[in-house]
């Protein structure tokens, strides 16, 4: 299991003298020193601890490689001293000769600023992550709300930068932010301090249309500056700035530059987490998310001693819709299915795109005791969906199963391993068989697995919950 602490270092040296020296060096240059005076006492630090590199004495390089060769995935090795002729190091990192020290000082600066930057990549990333599962959870039927708020918090920092780079104009700088996706028509998404919206955005939008098709900035003879957004694969656009007209446009132009593309990385990095969980075709959950969100209410529903039941849903005969009426038919039914699913939901419900025409409906707080209930509706919702296509009329059932486990069954189950990821998984199984065995009973019905759904004395799901208590 890895330390907790990403700046760890191993040092294996014989020699106590010798050791001590290495250990003030690499403690000054900010590691924490993991010492270790043989080669079994460094595999066991290998084997509990995940230090970013390995510092070892030559004298010690024979019995360390031995010894420690079986560890997956070793860190870099420093060698402190010349190897034996002909040895074959794996994983090494940089030789050291004797009395060059300052050569390993070198490599300590370099791995301190590679630590330091990783970290600051992965702070990034989850915050990233943590604005993005905000995002989908405030705005989770209007994708456009989490985004139109993005690129007006953008455009008021472009607006604030231009007021700031011109304190000495007694002017107000406000401006417009036009974009657009392929195939849709450019319109004004956000504007600051305009005061009227609808006239600003006629007088603009040529100026904005400009600026992107020339890809650069553009002044028109009012003094309004156009920006192009950068174009990227999902939207482009340009930000319209006014009352800057006395501007040095050759001093302001890399900033606004710079400005501009910030906008466009900021929305794409948030356009890019929602497709990495949204479902193209139906806009729901896809695949990989939901089941990242069933674990996570797993988990949750063991803190506050709740039951939880999730329901597979294939549709019947789907294959046919899709023969008979063509697959933009069958993509139009599955669109319809979700919107009327979603529409059947609790707020706290989590409805996710499984594959094809399979949907699954997570819904933390619901036991055993509710299943006939939610098999019921879940059926009857489809059944009485009304899809059309080339004014044909397109009937839509289901076969539906599903698994729960009751509250005591899940209450204070902590574990730090894969106890939930498996847990989730032989759920999402017992009600795949349940969902078969209401396709084997005719369809249009529900099927529960175990004792009205509740899987908790199911052999191998009863395993998994003594091994998580």
Excluded at 57 to 79: I, M, N, R
Excluded at 193 to 214: F, H, M, N, P, T
Excluded at 268 to 297: F, P
Aim: glycine share 8%; proline share 4%; with cysteine.
């Amino acid at each position: 299991m890895r330390s907790s602490n990403p700046a760890e270092i191993l040092l294996l040296d014989a020699d106590n003298r010798r050791r001590l020296e290495l250990f003030e060096r690499l403690q000054a240059a900010g590691f924490t020193v993991l010492q270790a005076a043989n080669a079994q006492d460094a595999a066991d630090l290998l084997a509990h601890t995940g230090p970013e590199a390995t510092v070892v004495e030559a004298d010690q390089l024979t019995s360390f490689l031995e010894t420690c060769l079986h560890v997956e995935t070793p860190p870099p090795l420093y060698l402190i001293g010349l190897p034996p002729l002909g040895t074959k190091i794996p994983h090494l990192g940089a030789v050291i000769p004797e009395g060059r020290l300052d050569l390993l000082d070198s490599l300590l600066f370099g791995l301190r600023q590679r630590i330091m930057l990783r970290a600051q990549r992965e702070d990034l990333e989850r915050g990233l992550v943590e604005l993005a599962h905000l995002a989908i959870d405030l705005g989770r039927s209007a994708r456009s709300i989490p985004d139109d708020a993005l690129l007006g918090q953008s455009l008021r920092e472009v607006v604030e930068m231009a007021q700031a780079r011109f304190t000495t104009q007694k002017v107000q700088v406000s401006g417009l932010l036009f974009a657009r996706q392929p195939g849709t028509p450019l319109t004004l998404r956000a504007s600051i301090g305009v005061d009227d919206e609808s006239k600003a955005s006629a007088r603009y939008l040529s100026l904005a249309s400009d600026s992107i098709r020339q890809d650069e900035i553009v002044k028109d003879t009012g003094g309004a500056i156009a920006v192009p957004l950068p174009t990227l694969q999902f939207q482009n656009g340009a930000i319209v700035l006014l009352g800057i007209e006395a501007a040095d446009l050759s001093s302001f132009q890399r900033l606004l530059v710079t400005a501009a593309a910030e906008v466009s990385l900021a929305r794409d990095a948030n356009t890019l987490y929602h497709l990495a969980m949204i479902d193209g075709l139906t806009t729901i959950y896809n695949h990989g998310y939901g089941q990242s969100r069933l674990i996570k209410e797993l988990r949750r529903v063991s803190r506050s001693r709740l039951a939880i039941t999730l329901a597979i849903i294939d549709l019947d005969h789907f294959k046919e819709i899709n023969d008979r009426h063509g697959h933009i038919a069958g993509d139009h039914c599955l669109r319809s299915t979700a919107k009327a699913l979603g529409s059947a939901m609790r707020s706290t419900d989590i409805l996710y795109r499984s594959g094809g025409e399979e949907f699954v409906v997570v819904l933390p707080g619901s036991g055993p005791q509710q299943t006939e209930l939610i098999g019921s509706k879940l059926c009857d919702t489809l059944r009485q969906l009304q899809v059309e296509w080339n004014e044909m009329p397109i009937p839509i059932t289901a076969s539906v199963g599903l698994a729960s486990l009751p509250a005591q069954a899940l209450a204070d189950r902590y574990t730090a391993g894969t106890g939930w990821t498996d847990l989730a998984h032989r759920m999402l199984e017992l009600a795949d068989q349940a969902m078969y065995q209401a396709k084997a009973r005719g369809r249009d019905c529900f099927e529960r697995a175990g004792h009205v759904g509740d899987v908790s004395n199911h052999p191998s799901v009863a395993k998994l919950l003594q091994s998580m208590s």
